[in-house]
């Protein structure tokens, strides 16, 4: 389940749709009628189901689950070792999963309650099941079988160690200049790459690494996508939450975005009334680190915990995200050494005082707009 090396070929079959998502409209403007302005062909793009129902989220069938232990046989248990299977706790089965309760299963669930800080019962309990749902990065916690999170530690019961944690081998990059370009395709707004200048100073301002945009995207390091579902590298996208984006591990520099999600861009995330709004800069700054070698920490405060809730916004590194990037290049020598001071603020968090909730309109809150292709473009990204 590692994205490290991936070479698979164009599985998006080469068809190409495309998806019209948003163009910095507030919300208040995201009317049939008003998109029609600006892209005459919106109207045959169905788009009020993802962006308006929280209800079809790709995880929401596992809260039927709750209560479920060993021995029991439930329809559903077989999406649930999927999802247990695409995140590394379980191998791939010979044939298709069954919807038995069983003793792989029982252990993967332990496993996972050990990595995210839980209770170690081996039952699908409510805070387990809540987890288990909540919006996460693509990347597995279990790479080729090297646990990368709590699981993998060796049980140190009179210390605290770091649990910042890197992919098999330890890839990291060699040259201190990192190039970047963005898939002309998605036609992002400035606003959009303002987000991931912000994101990658955040990893540049303690490692000794400068990231540099580039409109060149074959000769870039890392190049930056929005696809949806099935998009040609064997990681597939699932809709509205579930999954929100990934990244290849160094020197791959592919870092991939679902295009399926409400990406909030500018505006306080927090106070959207979007159920499913996911703050852009938060899932960038995380699969920068990816990008740079640091694979999932079991640190809730840690950039690198594999979930984020939606309306949330997590963007200062915490000091175990820190440690393990100055572990694999150093510290910047213009480091002071706080790990966090919050940054000034900048569009993305502009005070809306007074705003009532639900008028996102009135909170300045903008979505990203791109176009989104599937399976086309894919085999050199
Ligand atoms: C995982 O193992 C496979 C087979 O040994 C190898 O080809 C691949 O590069 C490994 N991935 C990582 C990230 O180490
Ligand atoms: C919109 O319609 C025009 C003309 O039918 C077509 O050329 C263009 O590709 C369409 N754009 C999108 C995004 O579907
Ligand atoms: C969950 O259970 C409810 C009630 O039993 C059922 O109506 C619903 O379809 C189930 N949802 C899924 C996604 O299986
Ligand atoms: C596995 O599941 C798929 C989809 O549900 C089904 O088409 C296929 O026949 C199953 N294969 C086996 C070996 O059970
Ligand atoms: C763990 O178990 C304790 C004692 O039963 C309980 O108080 C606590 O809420 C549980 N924590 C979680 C995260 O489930
Ligand atoms: C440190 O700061 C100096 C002066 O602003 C700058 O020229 C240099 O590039 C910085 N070094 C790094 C590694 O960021
Ligand atoms: C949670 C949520 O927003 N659900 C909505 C799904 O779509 C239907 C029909 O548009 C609405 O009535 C629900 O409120």
């Given at each position: 389940m590692s994205r490290g090396n991936s070479n698979s070929s164009n599985s998006g079959g080469g068809s190409h749709c495309y998806h019209f998502v948003f163009l910095l409209l507030t919300v208040s403007l995201l009317s049939p009628s008003a998109?029609?302005?600006?892209?005459?062909n919106v109207t045959s793009i169905p788009h009020d189901d993802f962006l308006f129902n929280a209800t079809k989220t790709a995880?929401?069938?596992?809260?039927?689950?709750?209560g479920c232990h060993h021995g029991q046989t439930l329809d559903g248990l077989a999406k649930l070792k999927q999802y247990f299977n695409q995140f590394g706790y379980l191998p791939p089965p010979p044939a298709n999963f069954t919807d038995d309760f069983d003793d792989s299963l029982e252990s993967a669930i332990k496993t996972y309650q050990h990595n995210f800080n839980l209770n170690v019962t081996g039952q699908l309990d409510p805070h387990t099941l809540q987890l288990i749902q909540r919006p996460r990065c693509g990347n597995a916690d279990i790479v080729n079988g090297s646990t990368s999170m709590n699981s993998g530690k060796a049980p140190t019961p009179f210390h605290t160690v770091a649990h910042y944690e890197f992919f098999p081998g330890r890839p990291r990059w060699t040259k201190s200049l990192?190039?970047?370009?963005?898939?002309?395709?998605?036609q992002l707004t400035d606003d959009a790459k303002g987000v991931f200048t912000r994101a990658f100073a955040r990893w540049s301002e303690v490692?000794?690494?400068?990231?540099?945009?580039?409109?060149?995207?074959?000769?870039?390091?890392?190049?930056i996508a929005f696809f949806a579902g099935d998009h040609g590298?064997?990681?597939?996208?699932?809709?509205?939450?579930?999954t929100l984006g990934h990244a290849f591990s160094p020197?791959?520099?592919r870092l991939h975005l679902d295009g399926d999600e409400s990406w909030v861009v500018t505006g306080d995330v927090t106070r959207s009334s979007l159920e499913t709004a996911v703050d852009l800069e938060s899932v960038a700054v995380h699969e920068i680190g990816h990008l740079l070698g640091l694979g999932h920490s079991s640190v809730e405060e840690a950039i690198m915990f594999p979930t984020l809730s939606s309306r949330t916004k997590k963007v200062i590194l915490a000091s175990d995200d820190i440690e393990g990037v100055q572990q694999l290049y150093g510290s910047n020598p213009n480091y002071s050494g706080s790990s966090s001071t919050p940054s000034p603020p900048t569009a993305g968090q502009?005070?809306?005082s007074g705003a009532p909730l639900g008028g996102d309109s009135t909170l300045g809150l903008t979505l990203l707009s791109m176009f989104v292709t599937v399976g086309s473009v894919l085999i050199l990204l």
């Open positions: 998109s029609a302005r600006f892209f005459p995880w929401d069938a596992f809260r039927n689950l709750s990192l190039t970047y370009a963005f898939l002309p395709e998605n490692i000794p690494l400068t990231f540099q945009q580039t409109e060149d995207i074959y000769a870039a390091d890392i190049r590298d064997g990681e597939p996208f699932d809709g509205a939450l579930g020197p791959s520099g502009r005070e809306t």
